[in-house]
């Protein structure tokens, strides 16, 4: 039996295919199954309410699902906030790859933010920072799609160790894919290689990690890789992906 004729059996029992279903049948059927097996398994399901979301480190995500998808809808959130390095890898990406992508902003500019708010808000309150620029602006954006492709990986942090390769993201009430969940970094190192991606070219000046400038610096040799986000804030993620 394929996951189709386990969706198929979902229609016939319910009239419609319930997302829940969908994660619970496809995370089991999936686990171990390649990268692109997991992107045709999207693309097919949910066709053009599928979208990815890149912080433009590098075009990998964008890469493999381009391969599968053209055209795909890219979601990029533009923070105010991006190395010229980032807002430049997203230029380019236009450039090479056969996507839509698409620019998040959050609903203030950073000059508004800064008036309202206070300057510098990302060293005083950084969860309340990431989440006016990049949490909220992301769940606007989502809203007109029925599941999302995410480049997160389990060997990156604890916090990402039991992702799965396709889960129910409660908080926004979609499907969330991670089609490279499994991957270590030997695997992305190989495959960027291997296929000529496009990488931001910060990682080439010790920036295994790019975030926000003001809050992402250089990591020193043997330094755990996400060692340079939110260096002394007690921060490790953004809140997107929890």
């Not at 990986?153 to 499907?175: F, G, I, L, T, Y």
């Not at 894919?177 to 010790?206: M, S």
């Amino acid at each position: 039996m394929t996951l189709v004729d386990i969706e198929v059996g979902l229609r016939d029992q319910r009239g419609t295919l319930d997302l829940q279903d969908i994660v619970e049948s496809a995370a089991t059927f999936l686990e171990g199954a390649t990268a692109r097996e997991i992107i045709r398994w999207a693309a097919a399901t949910f066709g053009d309410r599928l979208c990815l979301t890149s912080s433009m480190s590098d075009a990998l995500l964008i890469d493999l699902v381009s391969r599968v998808k053209p055209g795909v809808d890219v979601l990029f959130i533009d923070t105010g906030y991006h190395f010229a390095e980032t807002v430049g890898t997203r230029d380019a990406v236009r450039q090479v790859y056969n996507v839509n992508v698409i620019d998040v902003k959050p609903s203030r500019t950073v000059a508004e933010q800064d008036r309202d708010l206070g300057p510098r808000l990302f060293g005083r309150n950084p969860d309340l920072c990431c989440y006016l620029r990049k949490v909220e602006p992301l769940n606007r954006a989502l809203e007109p799609y029925l599941a999302w492709i995410s480049g997160i990986r389990r060997d990156e942090s604890p916090a990402r160790a039991d992702a799965r390769v396709v889960e129910w993201d409660a908080k926004r009430q979609m499907v969330k894919v991670n089609p490279i969940a499994a991957w270590t970094q030997e695997d992305v190192d190989n495959y960027i290689a291997d296929n000529g991606v496009l990488i931001n070219p910060l990682h080439y000046d010790n920036y295994p990690s790019i975030g926000c400038a003001p809050c992402t610096r250089q990591v020193a040799e043997g330094e755990d890789p996400r060692s340079g986000r939110w260096a002394g804030l007690g921060k490790v993620e953004c809140g997107i992906h929890l």
